[in-house]
């Protein structure tokens, strides 16, 4: 079956620190991935993607990603936080019998001056 | 290019009535797929439409519908409201399958009471 476990449910950083955010996925096939960012009451943006290649993929903002076949984890990195980062974070797997994804639950990130 | 545009932006509704949300897609995106998101459960997959057909349908009942016209627009239809339906729902736009991703609109935030 597919899935996507985000184990952090809320993390807390100061500014200027180092982030990692973690996923782990379930998928019967090789998978695409995905890291989405959403700001309070907005939709999803696209942070970065996967879909074969580099395991080390770069996105927006300043984030990055390694992918990790041996370990089923696609995490997320950010050398130094910013305020404007505080959001919430979901890791993506698809897409699935067509254009279905599944998502993790979300990791809440509060930037702290 | 425009991105995904979701109507209204808010709703307020009363048990019982039904409601209709709607959602242009990408230009050219043939694939619109439609998400609840609440905060205990996450992103959960309503259904897809792809040139005007439903490809896949998650595990919602009955009561949630959607078709898909000739221009892609989508909409989605929720009868006989329950306060539990009350959530973010958003519908995201997909390119050709495979090797893609999902661009999100702002979503319909739905309040039943």
New interface residues.
């Given amino acids: 079956a597919q899935s996507v476990t985000q184990p952090d449910i809320h993390i807390t950083v100061s500014e200027g620190a180092s982030l990692e955010l973690r996923c782990n996925y379930s998928y019967g096939a090789t998978p695409y991935l995905f890291w989405y960012v959403q700001s309070p009451g907005q939709g999803l943006q696209l942070l970065l993607k996967y879909f074969s290649g580099d395991t080390l993929v770069q996105g927006i903002k300043g984030f990055e990603a390694e992918f990790k076949r041996s370990q089923s984890s696609f995490n997320l990195r950010k050398p130094s936080v910013h305020w404007s980062d505080a959001a919430e974070y979901f890791c993506a797997v698809g897409p699935y019998t067509g254009n279905q994804f599944y998502f993790g639950t979300g990791t809440s990130l509060t930037v702290i001056p | 290019k425009a991105g995904?545009t979701?109507t209204p932006r808010y709703l307020i509704k009363t048990r019982g009535q039904q409601v209709t949300l709607s959602c242009s897609p990408i230009s050219g995106h043939r694939?619109v797929?439609w998400?609840q998101q609440t905060p205990g459960q996450?992103?959960q997959?309503l259904f897809?439409y792809?040139s005007e057909t439903q490809?896949?349908k998650?595990n919602f009942p009955g009561r949630f519908s959607g078709r898909q016209f000739s221009n892609s627009r989508s909409e989605m239809n929720v009868s006989t409201l329950e306060l539990g339906d009350s959530a973010?729902y958003?519908c995201?736009s997909?390119g050709t399958?495979?090797?893609?991703?999902?661009?999100?609109?702002?979503?319909t935030?739905l309040t039943v009471v």
């Fill in positions: 995904v979701q694939s797929s998400y996450g992103l997959f897809e792809f490809r896949n998650g973010l958003l995201a997909s399958q495979g090797n893609t991703e999902a661009f999100f609109g702002q979503g935030r």
